[in-house]
């Protein structure tokens, strides 16, 4: 039983940076012992579709992110925190969405669009 609580999302001017944070709670072996346990972040922006940000494996901390952001956002791990973060600079109008904190106990399913546990989102709005 692991529960995904995101954080740091809010009101940010374009061209400003922004940190987002998720914990993972719960169960310690169940589903972070997995050897591919993976988290990540997905976003949705209002009118658009659902679309995969970033993600990063557990134990080898290999990550991947989206070709869209992949010159401004970089995701990074807390091993002993439990806990993901989105950096995120330069942020431009169009990165405006709720962010969702997502695992799973593979992580190329969540490479695909498949995770298995979802957080309840926050949402990041970029307005002057």
């Known amino acids: 039983q692991v529960q995904l609580t995101e954080s740091g999302g809010g009101l940010v001017q374009p061209g400003d940076s922004l940190t987002l944070a998720c914990v993972a709670s719960?169960?310690?072996?169940?589903?972070?012992?997995?050897?591919?346990?993976?988290m990540g972040w997905f976003r949705q922006a209002p009118g658009k579709e659902r679309e995969f940000v970033a993600s990063?494996?557990?134990?080898?901390?290999?990550?991947h992110v989206a070709e869209s952001v992949k010159d401004r956002f970089r995701i990074s791990r807390d091993n002993a925190k439990s806990t993901i973060y989105l950096q995120m600079t330069t942020v431009k109008t169009e990165d405006t969405a709720v962010y969702y904190c997502?695992?799973?106990?593979?992580?190329?399913?969540?490479?695909?669009?498949?995770?298995?546990?979802w957080g309840q989102g926050t949402l990041v709005t970029a307005s002057s």
């Open positions: 990063i494996s557990w134990n080898s901390g290999i990550s």
């Open positions: 719960g169960s310690s072996t169940s589903g972070r012992s997995s050897s591919n346990y993976g």
């Open positions: 997502v695992a799973g106990w593979n992580y190329w399913a969540i490479r695909s669009g498949t995770p298995e546990l």
